[in-house]
Structure formats: C-alpha cells, structure tokens
C-alpha cells in the first residue's frame, strides 16, 4: 500500500463529516430543509428524511473507504 496522500485524507474527512450529518440527523429524527432553510422533523418529508439517511451512509462509507481500496 502506498503512503496517504492529502486527498485521500481529505475524502476521509469528508466522509466522517457526512456520518457525524447522518448520525446528527438520526439521533434527532430531523432533516436540513434548504427549501425553508431550517430543520424540519422527520414527519414532514418522511422521503427526503430517509434519503438523507440512507445516502448520506452510502456516500460517507464509500467516501472513507475508497482511497483504501482503490489504492
């Protein structure tokens, strides 16, 4: 395996960012609502909210894990 370079670092941290979102989001059972500009609960847009859940996971594990295994 090759040395770390800046940019994985940087995709690594984005990923933990969009986890620390996701979890954010769950533990408090809302969303970021850029349409009203605040947080709204999950009951208002059940399918954003889950949107949110299930792709910001898939996007943040990929993001950490992808300078590992594409290296």
Known sequence: MDDITIPQ???I????????YVGYCWSNQKFWSRKHFDWKPKE???NVF????I???????????SPFLLS
């Open 44 to 46: 208002y847009w059940p």
């Open 13 to 20: 941290v984005l990923g933990l960012v969009v986890l620390v």
């Open 55 to 65: 792709g910001g996971t898939l996007i943040g594990i990929w993001l950490i894990a």
């Open 50 to 53: 889950w949107l949110n859940i």
């Open 9 to 11: 670092i940087i995709k």
